[in-house]
């Protein structure tokens, strides 16, 4: 890595260093409220774009370009590796589907580790032809964290009650143990093989684990979450936790080890940073934390929530981001105005 990047706003903050202002990039930042993004997308269906390299990589950059953010994140899916595992997916009009997912034991036959070079060279290939057109960008890779990866596995589709997970989960308790490490080993390689082809940070993305129980938590969760954010961190890159809706059990995520928890909209971020440091297991730093429908209100109330939620992050360990995705109905003169706040801050 060159120096430059190594001493880039985004990394000093992850390491926990002070930053001037805070690094800003937004999840979902690539995506449909991009007129560019959505030109490209009339040509491609959405797992082409994905598995297309010189796409990906132009539509991981259109953000950078247009809005000067302060990291790039990869264009792919969490979905993605799931193919990779043995269990092809279709994007619809609605959403994620799996076909065939996991609902027996039986099924677990089909989920398997993969060799990221062979399965996803595609990833590998788009982070490849981003390193040089990024400069002193850093770049961000990604999954899903394996509970949230297992519930796409065994739902086959973004759930509303995740009854079938935890049903799995409560009658094949030791098969679920097993579908869970499964994808944990699966995706240690995986997010391994995207540091070696060129990421700086990698984020785990576990956009659903705000749905179990504190004991489901403990039994079923944690082990493969902190197992793989452990062996992440060998590498020496930051290692990035997003736990969406998990702000009443941080308390217990900040024993996952991460170098930098994701927060989101729910809890001031000064609240959700003394609440991690009761029991985290190492110093960190936080990002967050802007509700994403504060981008649907004026200028100046965008102005005013983006200061607070800088003031609250502090002057070191804190990265500026929504939390949550961005939503494609979101104007581009609100991301301006986000821009301007938190640069002038
Ligand atoms: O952040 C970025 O800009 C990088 C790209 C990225 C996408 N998905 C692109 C995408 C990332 C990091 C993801 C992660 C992802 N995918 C998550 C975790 C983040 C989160 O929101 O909690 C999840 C749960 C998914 C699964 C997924 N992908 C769903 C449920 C959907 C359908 C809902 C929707 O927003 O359309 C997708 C589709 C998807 N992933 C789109 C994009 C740009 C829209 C696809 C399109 O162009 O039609």
Known sequence: MTASRADSLFLRA???EATPRPPLWMMRQAGRYLPEYREIRQGVSFLELCKNPALAAEVTLQPIRRFGFDAAILFSDLLVPLEAMGLPVEFTEQGPTLPAPVRTPEDLARVHRFDPARETSFVLETI?????ALGDTPLIGFAGAPFTVATYAIEGKTSKTFAETKKFFYRHPSEAHRLLATIGEATRAYLEAQLDAGADAVQLFDSWVGVVSAEDWAEFVFPPTAALIAALRARGAPVIYFG???TTILDRIGKLGADVYGIDWRLPLDEARARLATTATRPFAVQG???PAVLLAPAEIIAARA????????????VFNLGHGITPETPLASVEALVRAVHAA
């Open 14 to 16: 992850c390491r926990g």
């Open 128 to 132: 490849s032809r981003l390193r040089p």
């Open 244 to 246: 969406n809706g998990a």
């Open 289 to 291: 934390n802007l509700d």
């Open 307 to 318: 200061a607070d939620v800088v003031r609250r992050g502090g002057k070191r360990g804190h």
